[in-house]
């Protein structure tokens, strides 16, 4: 709820579509060009920490819902996100994927490299790519998902440690993509990991980004961090005018 209305209040101009699982609505009042859609999960593994993993490759699903005829490009950002400028800019240029790797990684590391070759993990030098905040043109939005999925049916577990199957078919894809498609990478400055090794992680930096993302975050911490940080970027002023409403 708070990544979606953070996208309105910061300007956002293009439609969108949010998914969950909850038998409520996010908005008892309907937004404009924002759809809902309930996604459930049948079969799911019953303990949390299979289901963290089932449910993260879940993501595949979601390319049936949108039709991608009539838009230029599609994003996707995880829910545990808030959105503090328009993303607009991100979207801009004549690029096929965009992506965001996470500063001081190498793709070799469990959480990007599960499908790397041997010769890979040998020679590659690049930093693992995040797969929770990312864009693609909108005409190959269909075959980038279809080719995630192919990549993550490679695992032969569920999850293994340390492992992200998930995250690591993401980069698979990425780097088999990189070979004959135009793939961008976005500024570092443009998107914060606070709890991530190497993430922006300063208050006046991450606050300055256009899209701060919680991962490897605890959910408690996920929440509070993210109303935190929702709350000055939108519900801030000099006055704290908020605060005193609540104090009356």
Known sequence: KMLVSSLLRSGF???IVVFHNSPHPLFMVPRACVREVTIRPANAPGDDHSYLYYAQSFKHSVARHIDPDGYDKIAFIDCDAVVL???DDLLRG???LAVF???GTRIQAGYFGCFLTP???ETLTIEGMNSGTWAVRASLWREFLRHWRAA???ASCVHEGDRLFEQSAFNRVVLDWS???KVVSWPQHKISL?????GIALFRDYMACTIVHAAGAGLPMKMQFLFSTYAAAYLHDSNLTLLNIMEM
């Open 179 to 181: 070979r004959q498609k």
């Open 85 to 87: 400028r328009p993303v």
């Open 101 to 103: 790797q996470e500063a």
């Open 194 to 198: 606070p709890f991530c090794p190497g």
């Open 13 to 15: 101009t293009g439609d």
């Open 152 to 154: 993550e049916k490679l």
């Open 119 to 121: 010769q890979e993990c």
């Open 94 to 96: 004549k690029w096929d």
